[in-house]
């Protein structure tokens, strides 16, 4: 299981990353990436442009499948269940956020523990940090973007600063690194 | 996130101690969300683990109220998905045309953003009188709450958003300029004539039978296994060609009952019941 956190900047490096991953894909790959709450449409549809794989905004309970790149809708949070579906919740914002990258992070970690490959890209507050932490406390591992090559780097930044952290990369690399674990 | 992380092992653990302690049965809620509102309330009152909130909840009846409303989570705006509204608007009067005067129920009223939003709608096209609403929540104490129509003032800076989207009206206009620091009332309370029910989704059966059912982001709290006997009683409450609103991430494809609607929008997840 991939799942991918970003915020401010991330937009156009989600699209080079999913534009280079080769179809079929063998593991399902899940994002949450701060967005406009009141804006419903045009991101995944301008995802889906370069990507070969199906991205698509999960409804609640949808089943979790492999190749398919689930993206947290607007003004949802999105976690993973026990059983390996999407839920769908519209609690209260965490760190002025909804979808929280904690609380896909976190859950995402929980459920598929070593199985997990965390990817935190760039961004401007320190949502992503404590996901981060969860994923490598199940066993996960741990890929935060490169800081010097982030736009705001207070993100991955923060991710460094609360856990420990397996590999720093630039977004070449992170597509490497997907490519390889497809093999 | 939170001082004390809870584990989905740790919650189903705590599911049947809370119910043999408190009679507070949360089996039914869907694990993730369960486990945050649990996290967020130990935050809220420096409770550092289960076997401590156990405690809380049984040292007096004020404590398990808190509790209880906690669970509730609140509506998150008003107008939330303006176009849902939008729809509302424009569909009302056709139906109100066909059947005189029709019947709403609001399940899952919760903090009352969506119930004061359908009221809005109706004062907008003078459709007030015709129109029998039936607001239900499970707790009396969130019900007492929701009449008082104090609204947080996080909501504010969205709602004002969501309303110009709706009908390009100021939400401004709409508020009591009299509002207290960090939250605020509306001018107009239209609630006098709403018929309050404490109802539970989960336990009970459907009690009438109504033209639109407004459950909108109530589902995605149940559980996988839980939501599929309530989707049963969520078709028994409307009558045949009546409307069901349901969230917009949200869909009946979770259920057998999906035989039963066909879906008239699919962006505001609109279903009319077909047999």
Not at chain 2, 135 to 145: D, F, G, P, S, V
Not at chain 2, 172 to 190: A, N
Request: glycine share 8%.
């Amino acid at each position: 299981m991939v799942v991918i956190g970003g915020s401010a900047g991330s937009f156009p490096l989600m699209g080079t990353i999913f534009s280079h991953l080769p179809k079929p894909y063998n593991y399902p790959i899940i994002v949450a990436s701060h967005r406009l709450k009141h804006i419903r449409h045009g991101f995944v549809e301008a995802l889906n442009l370069k990507s070969s794989l199906e991205i698509i905004e999960p409804l609640d309970k949808e089943k979790i499948l492999p190749g398919k790149i689930y993206l947290a809708p607007a003004n949802y949070h999105m976690s993973i269940e026990p059983g390996y579906y999407i839920s769908l919740t519209t609690e209260d914002m965490v760190l002025s956020s909804r979808p929280s990258i904690d609380i896909t992070l976190s859950s995402t970690g929980e459920i598929y523990g070593k199985g997990t490959l965390g990817i935190l890209l760039t961004g401007a507050n320190k949502d992503g940090a404590y996901g981060m932490k969860k994923i490598n406390d199940f066993g996960g591992t741990t890929i935060v973007q490169d800081p010097a090559t982030c736009m705001v780097d207070t993100m991955p930044k923060s991710a460094m600063a609360i856990t420990e952290i397996d590999h720093v990369m630039n977004v070449d690399s992170i597509i490497n690194t997907l490519k390889a674990i497809n093999r | 996130m939170y001082k004390f992380d809870i584990t989905y092992a740790q919650i189903i653990g705590f599911f049947d101690e809370l119910k043999f302690k408190t009679k507070i049965d949360i089996k039914v809620y869907s694990l993730g969300a369960i486990k945050r509102i649990i996290g967020g309330y130990m935050d809220k009152h420096d409770i550092e683990g289960l076997d401590e909130l156990i405690r809380w909840l049984t040292i007096n009846p004020g404590n398990k109220n808190s509790f209880m409303k906690a669970l509730i989570p609140d509506k998150t705006e008003f107008f939330r998905d303006p176009g849902v509204w939008r729809y509302l608007k424009s569909e009302l009067p056709r139906l109100v045309k066909e059947k005189g005067v029709i019947r709403i129920l609001d399940l899952g009223t919760s903090s009352g953003e969506d119930l004061r939003s359908l009221l809005i709608v109706l004062n907008d096209i003078n459709l007030r009188d015709k129109v029998e609403i039936v607001a239900c929540e499970k707790y009396q104490i969130k019900i007492n709450e929701l009449k008082e129509g104090l609204f947080n003032g996080k909501k504010l800076e969205p709602s004002i958003n969501n309303y110009k989207r709706y009908n390009e009206g100021k939400f401004d206009d709409l508020i009591d300029q009299s509002i207290e620091e960090d939250s605020f009332t509306l001018k107009m309370d239209l609630i006098n004539d709403v018929v309050f029910k404490t109802y539970d989704l989960a336990f009970e059966r459907a009690f009438g039978e109504f033209d639109i059912v407004l459950c909108r982001n109530i589902m995605c709290y149940y559980s996988m296994k839980k939501s599929r006997p309530i989707y049963k009683t969520l078709s028994d409450f409307i009558k045949k060609d009546g409307l069901l609103l349901m969230g917009v991430q949200e869909g009946l494809t979770n259920s057998f009952y999906n035989r039963d609607f066909k879906c008239l929008n699919e962006e505001y997840k609109v279903f009319q019941k077909t047999r």
